[in-house]
């Protein structure tokens, strides 16, 4: 447990945010750059391992939005949190069947692990990526953001209201024990708390105050130079006044504070309040959709049934177990939400009503 106390670092106590970034992102003992995550032999699998097919749709969406926008000689693409580069080594596959949009378009992984951006490096063998962890480098637009289970990594805030007086959650070193207190909210994250509808009613409140940050960055390249952002994430859109964040390793829940760097920790996206936020900060968004349906409305099934037509039927049925997996309402298909937000005249975009 004594191993677990380091990620206060010189704090007794520290706003939940705040700790379990450090429990991520310390740069010796944090999460994502003291061990790779990702695959069977990792703590947990995500849409683009599963399957390719969910990869070649990103691909299809971004070249489609490309098109939307009238085929502009100048084109980038962010990729936000790429993983192991799974989904981008099936995009360049993908972007290579399109040589025009390919000839032009800049493809940039936005990647602050040192640890993955090594592993990505060593999965992606293209001289044509670019790797930044500062988006200032991109000058010129239209700019797409995307980003699969991106928003969820981000550590959150966590409050709860007590007759009137709205408290934030905080981890506390005792003796080696860690404890969870509750501190009288600062005035200033009172003030944010209250100028969310989203939030208005709710008892326990799960705030996003370092994805919020993250994001803003991106609305104002979005603003600046035109574009769009497209993210992938499990959530909810009904706040329902209870703490989400969870812990995963080997594939198993784990408990929230055991095994502290050596496990995932995560919290669901609440859509409802991601929406508000991006409309208060002047970006038009879609109606948020299920996984299911936005993977349907680009194709999935139709390109399942081509891949598959002359596979034997162990091929073909690994095929369409994957595929059920990224679909069915009871496993992927409805906890993941699909959210879309732009800059841009035209706001016909493909997969979205």
Not at 8 to 31: E, Q
Not at 123 to 146: A, E, H, R, Y
Not at 162 to 187: C, D, M
Not at 327 to 343: A, C, E, I, Q, R
Request: positive net charge; charged residues 30%; aromatic residues 14%.
């Amino acid at each position: 447990m004594r191993s677990n106390l380091r990620f206060f670092k010189n704090s007794k106590s520290l706003p939940v945010d705040k700790f379990f970034y450090n429990v991520l992102y310390d740069k010796k003992f944090g999460y994502y750059n003291s061990k790779l995550p990702f695959g069977d032999k990792g703590d947990f699998i995500t849409a683009p391992k599963i399957s390719n097919l969910f990869s070649e749709m990103i691909g299809i969406w971004l070249v489609s939005t490309w098109e939307n926008y009238g085929k502009p000689n100048s084109f980038k693409i962010v990729e936000l949190g790429p993983g192991d580069g799974s989904l981008t080594k099936i995009l360049l596959k993908v972007f290579e069947k399109f040589p025009e949009f390919n000839s032009i378009k800049d493809l940039y992984l936005f990647e602050k692990s040192i640890l993955l951006r090594k592993l990505q490096k060593k999965n992606i063998d293209n001289k044509k990526v670019k790797w930044i962890n500062n988006l200032d480098i991109i000058k010129k637009g239209p700019i797409i953001f995307f980003g699969n289970e991106f928003f969820d990594a981000i550590p959150i805030k966590q409050f709860k209201r007590s007759k009137k007086v709205l408290l934030e959650k905080y981890f506390e070193k005792k003796n080696s024990k860690i404890l969870e207190v509750y501190k009288k909210a600062s005035s200033k994250n009172k003030k944010v708390i209250n100028s969310f509808k989203t939030l208005n009613n709710l008892k326990f409140i799960e705030y996003p105050m370092k994805g919020f940050f993250e994001l803003k960055r991106i609305i104002n390249k979005i603003i600046d130079l035109q574009g769009c952002l497209l993210l992938i994430d499990y959530g909810y859109l009904e706040p329902n006044n209870l703490n989400t964040l969870q812990s995963v390793m080997n594939h198993k829940k784990n408990p929230l504070l055991k095994n502290l760097g050596k496990a995932d920790i995560t919290s669901h996206v609440n859509f409802s309040l991601l929406n508000e936020f991006l409309k208060k900060n002047n970006l038009k968004v879609k109606k948020i959709i299920s996984q299911r349906e936005f993977l349907i409305n680009m194709g999935i099934e139709k390109r399942a049934e081509l891949v598959s037509k002359k596979m034997r039927f162990l091929d073909k049925s690994n095929i369409y177990l994957r595929l059920k997996r990224l679909l069915s309402p009871s496993l992927m298909g409805s906890l993941f939400k699909v959210s879309l937000s732009y800059n841009f005249k035209n706001n016909d975009y493909f997969g979205f009503k």
